[in-house]
């Protein structure tokens, strides 16, 4: 016998009471970044892997462990998206959308495809929503596009948030402090773990997630990079601290906040979850002032964020993302009335309401009990004396003409 065939590790299906759940975050997600001005996009599930090269960094472990990169038909190095700022900024140049009125502000919900090590909140392939508003370096775009990653957490009731705020200055800043900590670190290599010593010259920066005693004391008094950016960085960084401040967001200041990308300058931001296991992040993002010129467009500054559509769900409140609303389930005494409920639900339909009907040949008890199954505000049973309109919510019933039930129903949902 052959082995049963599954999902690839690190997938999932979406079965549909997930389906519905995933509903919630698209529906809020289009009208909170809708209200503030923010127009979908979507790009292509694969690019040409120049693109990440370029865009992403690659020296990062995205490009160098993670991406599921192949060959088409034609010889093309193509590779399925590990995420979508790269290509929204490409979109954005291919599109010539630096004629239109700045910033452009747009955002997506689609999935992305990461080699990494599967387990909760960690898949091969995963959904993130996303943000990114091109065109402008004004600070309050940074503090707009927060605000709105935390309100988008809030609305779908994800629970123990946390917002950690830092600044990377630009990569000569970047440059002149890394070469400051080796010093640092060098200097007081004897206390450092190994592995810490072993990477002052690859990643002298992961120091500060240590946990050896010894090497934490060192990073206690290690320079910062938020001390050493230069004048106009550090007012775009107070700026956005200040409209925060204004927004009565709580934040903390990481001086150590690193991301995984290659692409940031200035700003940059991670929600985190309590409620969430290793894999606390739920969103995360930044400026990224240089990049559009490294995909070979004029200098334009950006800023943006993605959050992983999976974790949210994790971390939300379950009754925030609820079921489906079914204004009417159609039932029937016998066969002969089958043909009057069909019309009836697709009439109802038609009106609007969210209806069904008894599709599986049940008895009127079994119709009765699945009404009440997928929550049905009212059930009409149809029989002979015309049709039995119950209201769940009231307890109350009445018996109308078949042709009367739709009024029936709207009538009494907008009292
Ligand atoms: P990122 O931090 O790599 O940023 O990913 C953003 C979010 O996607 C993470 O916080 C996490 O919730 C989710 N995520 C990432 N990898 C996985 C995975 N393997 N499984 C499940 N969820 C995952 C970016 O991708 C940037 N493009 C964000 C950005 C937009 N920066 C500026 N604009």
Same mark, same amino acid.
């Given at each position: 016998?052959?082995?049963?065939?599954?999902?690839?590790?690190?997938?999932?299906?979406?079965? *549909?009471? !997930?389906?519905?759940?995933?509903?919630?975050?698209?529906?809020?997600?289009?009208?909170?970044?809708?209200?503030?001005?923010?127009?979908?996009?979507?790009?292509?599930?694969?690019?040409?892997? !120049?693109?990440?090269?370029?865009?992403?960094?690659?020296?990062?472990?995205?490009?160098?462990?993670?991406?599921?990169?192949?060959?088409?038909?034609?010889?093309?190095?193509?590779?399925?998206? *590990?995420?979508?700022?790269?290509?929204?900024?490409?979109?954005?140049?291919?599109?010539?959308?630096?004629?239109?009125?700045?910033?452009?502000?747009?955002?997506?919900?689609?999935?992305?495809? $990461?080699?990494?090590?599967?387990?909760?909140?960690?898949?091969?392939?995963?959904?993130?929503? @996303?943000?990114?508003?091109?065109? =402008?370096?004004?600070?309050?775009?940074?503090?707009?596009?927060?605000?709105?990653?935390? !309100?988008?957490?809030?609305?779908? @009731?994800?629970?123990?948030? &946390? +917002? &950690? #705020?830092?600044?990377?200055?630009?990569?000569?800043?970047?440059?002149?402090?890394?070469?400051?900590?080796?010093?640092?670190?060098?200097?007081?290599?004897?206390?450092?773990?190994?592995?810490?010593?072993?990477?002052?010259?690859?990643?002298? /920066?992961?120091?500060?997630?240590?946990?050896?005693?010894?090497?934490?004391?060192?990073?206690?008094?290690?320079?910062?990079?938020?001390?050493?950016?230069?004048?106009?960085?550090?007012?775009?960084?107070?700026?956005?601290?200040?409209?925060?401040?204004?927004?009565?967001?709580?934040?903390?200041?990481? *001086?150590?906040?690193?991301?995984?990308?290659?692409?940031?300058?200035?700003?940059?931001?991670?929600?985190? =979850?309590?409620?969430?296991?290793?894999?606390?992040?739920?969103?995360?993002?930044? $400026?990224?002032?240089? +990049?559009?010129?490294? /995909?070979?467009?004029?200098?334009?500054?950006?800023?943006?964020?993605?959050? @992983?559509?999976?974790?949210?769900? #994790?971390?939300?409140?379950?009754?925030?993302?609820?079921?489906?609303?079914?204004? #009417?389930?159609?039932?029937?005494?016998?066969?002969?009335? $089958?043909?009057?409920?069909?019309?009836?639900?697709?009439?109802? $339909?038609?009106?609007? +309401?969210?209806?069904?009907?008894?599709?599986?040949?049940?008895?009127?008890?079994?119709?009765?009990?699945?009404?009440?199954?997928?929550?049905?505000?009212?059930?009409?049973?149809?029989?002979?004396?015309?049709?039995?309109?119950?209201?769940?919510?009231? @307890?109350?019933?009445?018996?109308?003409?078949?042709?009367?039930?739709?009024?029936?129903?709207?009538?009494?949902?907008?009292?």
């Amino acid at each position: 016998m052959s082995a049963k065939l599954q999902a690839p590790r690190g997938t999932y299906d979406v079965l *549909p009471e !997930e389906a519905t759940r995933r509903a919630a975050v698209e529906a809020a997600a289009a009208r909170i970044l809708g209200a503030a001005g923010y127009r979908r996009i979507e790009t292509p599930a694969f690019e040409a892997t !120049e693109l990440f090269a370029r865009g992403v960094g690659s020296s990062t472990d995205i490009v160098q462990k993670e991406m599921y990169t192949f060959e088409d038909g034609g010889g093309r190095s193509l590779t399925l998206r *590990p995420e979508g700022t790269a290509p929204v900024c490409r979109a954005y140049l291919e599109h010539g959308m630096q004629k239109l009125p700045q910033p452009v502000k747009l955002w997506y919900l689609s999935s992305f495809f $990461r080699y990494e090590r599967a387990q909760a909140g960690r898949q091969r392939q995963f959904w993130q929503v @996303g943000t990114e508003a091109i065109g =402008s370096a004004d600070p309050a775009v940074d503090a707009e596009s927060i605000v709105l990653l935390a !309100e988008l957490l809030d609305a779908l @009731g994800v629970r123990e948030v &946390r +917002l &950690r #705020l830092g600044s990377l200055g630009t990569a000569e800043t970047r440059a002149t402090y890394r070469e400051e900590l080796q010093a640092y670190l060098r200097a007081h290599e004897d206390r450092l773990s190994d592995e810490v010593r072993a990477r002052i010259d690859q990643n002298p /920066l992961r120091a500060f997630d240590a946990d050896h005693p010894g090497t934490r004391e060192v990073m206690a008094a290690a320079p910062r990079l938020l001390d050493r950016l230069s004048g106009e960085d550090a007012d775009h960084f107070a700026t956005v601290c200040a409209l925060l401040d204004g927004a009565a967001l709580t934040y903390e200041v990481d *001086p150590t906040l690193v991301r995984g990308l290659d692409y940031y300058a200035r700003t940059v931001f991670e929600f985190t =979850s309590d409620a969430l296991g290793a894999q606390s992040g739920v969103g995360g993002g930044g $400026r990224y002032d240089g +990049l559009i010129e490294q /995909l070979g467009g004029p200098p334009t500054p950006g800023v943006g964020w993605a959050a @992983g559509v999976e974790r949210i769900l #994790l971390a939300a409140d379950q009754s925030h993302v609820g079921e489906p609303v079914v204004d #009417l389930f159609v039932a029937y005494a016998g066969e002969e009335h $089958r043909a009057a409920g069909f019309q009836i639900a697709h009439e109802a $339909r038609r009106a609007g +309401l969210a209806a069904q009907l008894e599709l599986a040949g049940r008895s009127v008890k079994g119709q009765l009990k699945q009404a009440d199954r997928i929550g049905a505000r009212y059930v009409a049973i149809l029989g002979e004396e015309g049709a039995t309109v119950k209201d769940s919510e009231s @307890g109350g019933q009445e018996t109308v003409e078949p042709g009367a039930v739709v009024h029936h129903v709207l009538r009494g949902r907008s009292l």
